[in-house]
């Protein structure tokens, strides 16, 4: 069997919400949704049909990737313990979470700076707030840009589409 071709986005690496450091390769071969959360935010029920998804379809290969943000409206203030509360208490997310980081701005993590070059979105390369999507292939390559409003439900026939 070949081994899967490393994209760039296979290259990068992000912090667990338990401290670890974990390797996008991790996910190569998967279909994997990220997306931007917050606990505080009118989009947070969204965790739920995220959570739903990735319960449906893990067994096919779709992984959702969860990074905290702080960067709209405070909407995330707390820390990893808080975060991990509301994630798992309020909405049952057993799909992988990420440490809080910044999605636009100097200090943008690499995972969404990668993305928003492949995927510049309406405002051009910026996230307009939480709960922003992005479906990348199996493959490693960014297919689709999600905005916050379209719900998990929404996406689902693309999902399938692509699993």
């Given at each position: 069997?070949?081994?899967?071709?490393?994209?760039?986005?296979?290259?990068?690496?992000?912090?667990?919400?338990?401290?670890?450091?974990?390797?996008?390769?991790?996910?190569?071969?998967?279909?994997?949704?990220?997306?931007?959360?917050?606990?505080?935010?009118?989009?947070?029920?969204?965790?739920?049909?995220?959570?739903a998804?990735?319960?449906?379809?893990?067994?096919?290969?779709?992984?959702?990737?969860?990074?905290?943000?702080?960067?709209?409206?405070?909407?995330?203030?707390?820390?990893?313990?808080?975060?991990?509360?509301?994630?798992?208490?309020n909405?049952?997310?057993?799909?992988?979470?990420?440490?809080?980081?910044?999605?636009?701005?100097?200090?943008?993590?690499?995972?969404?700076?990668?993305?928003?070059?492949?995927?510049?979105?309406?405002?051009g390369?910026?996230?307009?707030?939480?709960?922003?999507?992005f479906?990348?292939?199996?493959?490693?390559?960014?297919?689709?840009?999600?905005?916050?409003?379209?719900?998990?439900?929404?996406?689902?026939?693309?999902?399938?589409?692509?699993?």
């Amino acid at each position: 069997m070949e081994e899967p071709v490393m994209t760039p986005f296979h290259q990068l690496t992000a912090t667990s919400l338990r401290g670890e450091l974990i390797s996008m390769a991790d996910y190569a071969g998967k279909l994997i949704l990220v997306v931007n959360t917050a606990s505080h935010c009118g989009f947070t029920p969204q965790y739920a049909g995220l959570e739903a998804l990735y319960k449906q379809y893990a067994a096919r290969g779709l992984v959702v990737l969860g990074f905290p943000c702080n960067q709209f409206g405070h909407q995330e203030p707390g820390g990893a313990d808080e975060i991990a509360q509301t994630c798992h208490i309020n909405y049952g997310v057993s799909f992988p979470m990420f440490e809080k980081v910044e999605v636009n701005g100097t200090a943008t993590h690499p995972v969404f700076r990668y993305l928003k070059d492949e995927l510049p979105g309406v405002l051009g390369g910026r996230i307009k707030w939480n709960f922003t999507k992005f479906l990348i292939g199996r493959d490693g390559k960014p297919l689709r840009r999600f905005a916050p409003f379209t719900t998990p439900e929404k996406i689902e026939t693309v999902i399938l589409t692509a699993l």
